[in-house]
């Protein structure tokens, strides 16, 4: 039976990720827009999903979509704790911490991959500059923070305890 809550509670969390993706995009424009601005690489506002900063004396920006968006990644982390947890594999503190470390991570990944674009395009212009960072920077920096988030996650959840005096399973 916990085994079904805990399944069911990722789901159910995991759907809501999906149904509210604008506004954890909109989140993602907005921690995006103080970032770059606050470390100098643009004068960069948030509109909805949207990020904006002058470029060539004019506006430009990009919106987080939902491909571009964190909330799709959120997903397993929040689905593979919640059943770990309800198979009873982990305790919940060990599934919450695990999932707040996988959330942060992947939050931060992408806050680099999206600063990432905005140099890219005051780099090489608008149309280039977004083509290179959209599609080869922003995948090389988000399958590396993916990779390092899934060994982080599994080596959190699997990490076993050390007994005084023992060798940890060892009784």
């Known amino acids: ?11 159910a969390v995991a759907a809501a990720t999906l149904w509210r993706w604008h506004d954890i995009a909109s989140g993602e424009a907005w921690l ?7 470390v100098g690489l643009a004068d960069a ?6 990020v904006i900063f002058p470029l060539d004396e004019r506006w430009v920006g990009f919106m987080v ?8 990644l959120l997903i397993p982390p929040i ?25 942060v991570l992947l939050v931060t990944v992408n806050q680099f991959r999206l600063a990432a674009v905005v ?5 090489w212009g608008f149309r280039l500059g977004y083509e290179r960072s959209h599609v080869l920077i922003g995948s090389v920096i988000t399958t590396a923070g993916l990779i390092a988030v899934a060994i982080l996650f599994v080596v959190l959840v699997s990490r076993t305890k050390r007994l005084r005096g023992g060798i940890a399973g060892v009784h």
């Open 79 to 103: 689905v593979l704790a919640s059943t770990l947890v309800g198979f009873r594999r982990i305790s919940v503190s060990r599934g919450l911490n695990a999932l707040a470390m996988a959330i």
């Open 119 to 123: 140099v890219s395009m005051q780099t």
């Open 65 to 72: 979509s939902s491909g571009c968006s964190v909330a799709m």
């Open 1 to 11: 039976m916990r085994a079904s809550a805990g399944i069911l509670f990722g789901i």
């Open 32 to 38: 995006n827009a103080r970032l770059v601005d606050a």
């Open 45 to 50: 506002r948030s509109i909805g999903a949207a």
